[in-house]
């Protein structure tokens, strides 16, 4: 089983019909991509000796050519390490020494840096920037057969930070994404070679994830030229592709829903906005049904179960009229179809409805585990289940309400942010003595994040010293929005900080 033969199927099925637009132009049809796709796996393997399982990393924001290099990497039965193009260069090296990297592909934007990161990690031995002449050559070597791998074998090493702040590699088969490709089928909607899937989030996450059931059935998938998610030019793609679909965090879809130019678009191609990675106001929700009517679904997912958990249907959208439409819509909906999920006390037992517990997940879409980390696997999958650390609680209907998003999570702009790296990275100062992250309720981003800081007396650092702090270890998206210096913390009889009234704190003045 390799995922590549739904490219190299399309391109002998349908070779004329576009497989790759950027904005309103196709980039290429399916024989062409199938082509660059066989070309670029004998142009990995043979120019820099790659073997089957080795990881090949992708640093790059969207472009047609992401998704080239994506099905090259698993052409050739390598290991695709689909890296945040948003990521400050020390965390970028990060996951690429965990991974042990053989290779990394970017845009001309990362170039620089992915050429100095060869000269300074063992066993990063290239790297190459599209477009550019080293990967025209690439993709334009002699095809090789699609490389057999087993269902189990390692596909997407998605790296996902833990509670400890420091990334996990949550490794995904090729049987996890080809059931979560399934999933999307049996619970979100029906695809054909009609169809099309709009990029407007990072192919690296979720938005990459949920492309591939669009490319098994031979849909276009579309780049904006913005590279984002720009109001105006999202509505002349609808209208110039038919059938269309995309993934959007919920502050995106809030701002879309409050640009004029929706008001008056013709939202006739436009089949389905998946939304997910953050709450969504039950206020904002509304306004977005207003507006593009019953179009919206929503998952919960992880990069350890890959946007295959729960799933709020399109159907649950529109019955308004049902009496428990409000608390629906305010939950994150019945389990997919293939999964199992329960909420669960401390020692595993599962809770009667309407307590409150730790999600857990069984099925084929749950990862093999995260890369080169036993006991993180052990202690996430124990008891054959994947421990989200997620609160929750599940209704009488079957449907699964967050009550919090692990305990110290934030989540902004559908950016998953853990606080214990930021507080790391500040305590790196000698002006601070104490510091504590927390995420404050924010009506454009979900959530932002402030920062408590106990200064040292003796040579007490300043928000700008902070500020620089971060900007020269972690990525922006990541940097508080606030700096609040306090003389202590609160702490508990054990000395442990109390996290939760400094977000209390912070909702009661929301």
């Known amino acids: 089983m390799n995922l590549a033969a739904w490219v190299e199927r399309n391109g002998r099925r349908w070779p ?52 080239e290099a994506l099905f090259a990497i698993w052409h050739a039965g390598l290991v695709a390490v689909p890296v945040n193009a948003r990521l400050h260069r020390k965390e970028v090296a990060y996951i690429l020494e965990a991974s042990q990297t053989r290779v990394v592909i970017s845009d001309d934007d990362h170039a620089a840096d992915c050429q100095a990161l060869v000269q300074t990690i063992d066993g990063l031995q290239a790297a190459m920037a599209t477009p550019g002449d080293q990967w025209d050559r690439l993709v334009s070597a002699e095809p ?8 189990e074998d390692a596909a997407w090493l998605f790296f996902t930070s833990g509670t400890t702040g420091r ?22 909607g029906e695809v054909s070679s009609s169809d099309s899937i709009l990029h407007a989030a990072p192919i690296s996450h979720g938005s990459g994830m949920y492309g591939l059931a669009h490319i098994a059935r031979g849909a276009v998938t579309v780049i904006p030229e913005s590279g984002g998610a720009d109001s105006e030019e999202i509505a002349t793609l609808i209208e110039r592709w038919p059938g269309m679909s995309f993934f959007a965090a919920p502050t995106m879809v ?18 389905t906005i998946i939304y997910g990675g953050a709450p969504m106001y039950l206020a904002d929700l509304t306004k977005a049904l207003d507006v593009f009517g019953p179009r919206l679904a929503q998952i919960y ?21 049902h009496a428990h439409w409000q608390d629906r819509m305010q939950s994150v909906g019945r389990p997919f179809t293939g999964v199992e999920v329960r909420v669960v006390d401390e020692q595993d037992n599962e809770l009667p409805v309407g307590e409150i517990g730790e999600v857990v997940v069984r099925g084929d879409v749950v990862m093999a585990g995260y890369w080169n980390q036993p006991e993180a696997t052990a202690d996430a999958l124990r008891n054959g289940w994947l421990h989200t650390g997620d609160v929750a609680s599940m209704g009488a209907d079957g449907y699964l309400t967050l009550r919090d998003r692990s305990k110290d999570l934030i989540i902004s702009g559908g950016m998953n942010i853990y606080p214990r790296e930021i507080e790391e990275t500040l305590l790196q100062h000698d002006g601070v003595e104490a510091i504590s992250v927390v995420g404050r309720p924010d009506p ?30 972690i990525a922006r998206y990541k940097r508080p929005k606030e700096y609040r210096f306090v003389d202590s913390l609160p702490t508990n009889n054990y000395g442990k900080v109390l996290k939760r009234e400094l977000r209390n704190q912070l909702a009661a003045e929301a």
């Open 16 to 67: 004329d019909q576009p497989a790759l637009a950027h904005g309103d132009r196709v980039h290429a049809t399916w024989a062409t991509f199938a082509g660059r796709a066989a070309g670029g796996a004998g142009g990995l393997r043979d120019s820099f000796g790659l073997a089957p399982g080795d990881r090949v990393a992708i640093l790059m924001a969207n472009s047609p050519a992401y998704l």
């Open 144 to 151: 090789i057969p699609i490389v057999e791998r087993l269902p």
């Open 167 to 188: 990334p996990k590699g949550a490794t995904l088969t090729h049987r996890n994404l080809l059931v979560m490709a399934f999933s999307y089928y049996s619970d979100i």
């Open 254 to 271: 809030k701002r879309l829903v409050s640009d004029p130019v929706f008001a008056t678009a013709d939202l006739t191609n436009l089949s």
């Open 301 to 321: 997912g992880q990069g350890e179960a890959p946007m295959t958990i729960t799933v709020l249907t399109k159907a649950d959208h529109t019955d308004r009229d």
């Open 444 to 473: 454009e981003w979900g959530e932002s994040v402030v920062a408590f800081v106990v200064a040292d007396r003796e040579r007490p650092a300043t928000a700008a010293d902070l500020e620089q702090t971060c900007l020269d270890h």
